[in-house]
């Protein structure tokens, strides 16, 4: 390759991390590039919580918008952020090896767990899976990158806060006193990094393409399908999480109520060749049942 690759990413050091390592690995196949960091609309905004700002693809637009224009010739996000249905003239050029997919619990101390205390988090899926399991809890809003998020943990009266154990581990900044969330389903593709490029650059395509990881694209390939046919995105508390399991993949998917009193699942083993097709028809199965009214009563009251 001859041009320099322009690469598209937000300005945070998660993100600016996320980005290096995508720059390093085409570096490795001979590629050269050059970073392009940006401010994305949901790192701007954090006086609100994400639900309440209804913009899709929030921490996304902005690259959009440069790669379109020819500003960038690839974008890098973190795949959970990423709109399950890709605006038009942008395809998935790469998926790369999964990190960590779980959520962390980092705290204070864990003796006010089965007592009153506070817990914060800007994630509904977070807050409704919490409240579920600890009724007693007040949900704080949490917004801002990881750093961010650490400092007002430290500076606020809240006992603990939830992020992405991923995050955390890639930047260097997983405290001590932390406990992994096994039982807490996911973001779908949480942990995942996904490159994008336009559609009609056959040749940033077929560079990035070297950095592609099957095993891991046919998980959030399930994953994100689950999360379309159940239409959440930010905005409702949806989980799901697909793993290697002998020669299939389990999947685990989940539609909460805001307030963690009730929640719709699904946990099955999947043999065939379609991932894709396999979690749409969980969503199918989980709306069938009650998760058709438990999604109708989500969207009334955050509308309010």
Request: glycine share 10%; charged share 25%.
């Amino acid at each position: 390759m001859n041009r320099t690759l322009r690469i598209g990413t937000r300005d945070s050091e998660l993100a600016l991390w996320q980005a290096h390592t995508v720059r390093d690995r085409l570096h490795d196949l001979g590629a050269e590039t050059e970073l392009f960091p940006v401010k994305s609309t949901g790192d701007l905004i954090l006086d609100k919580p994400l639900y309440e700002l209804g913009i899709t693809g929030i921490f996304t637009k902005t690259l959009d918008v440069a790669l379109l224009g020819g500003n960038i010739d690839l974008a890098v996000h973190s795949m959970k952020d990423v709109p399950t249905a890709l605006p038009k003239g942008i395809v998935e050029a790469a998926v790369l090896p999964r990190a960590n997919p779980l959520d962390v619990l980092v705290h204070k101390g864990l003796d006010f767990l089965n007592q009153e205390g506070t817990v914060a988090t800007g994630s509904l899926r977070r807050k409704a899976q919490w409240l579920a399991r600890y009724p007693l809890h007040q949900i704080e809003d949490l917004r801002g990158n990881v750093n961010t998020r650490l400092r007002k943990l430290q500076d606020e009266n809240w006992n603990a806060a939830i992020f992405a154990a991923a995050g955390l581990e890639r930047i260097g900044l997983l405290p001590e006193q932390h406990s992994p969330l096994h039982w807490m389903l996911p973001a779908p593709a949480q942990g995942a990094m996904l490159v994008v490029v336009r559609e009609d650059d056959g040749e940033a395509l077929e560079t990035a393409r070297a950095l592609h990881d099957a095993a891991t694209a046919r998980c959030v390939a399930a994953e994100r399908s689950f999360l379309r046919e159940l239409e959440g995105g930010c905005t409702a508390p949806i989980g799901a999480l697909a793993q290697p399991e002998g020669t299939g993949l389990r999947f685990q998917g989940g539609l909460f109520a805001l307030d963690g009193s009730r929640a719709c699942r699904i946990d099955k083993v999947y043999h065939g060749t379609n991932p894709a097709v396999f979690g749409r028809d969980c969503a199918r199965e989980i709306l069938s049942g009650e998760g058709a009214a438990l999604m109708a009563e989500i969207r009334k009251s955050l509308s309010r």
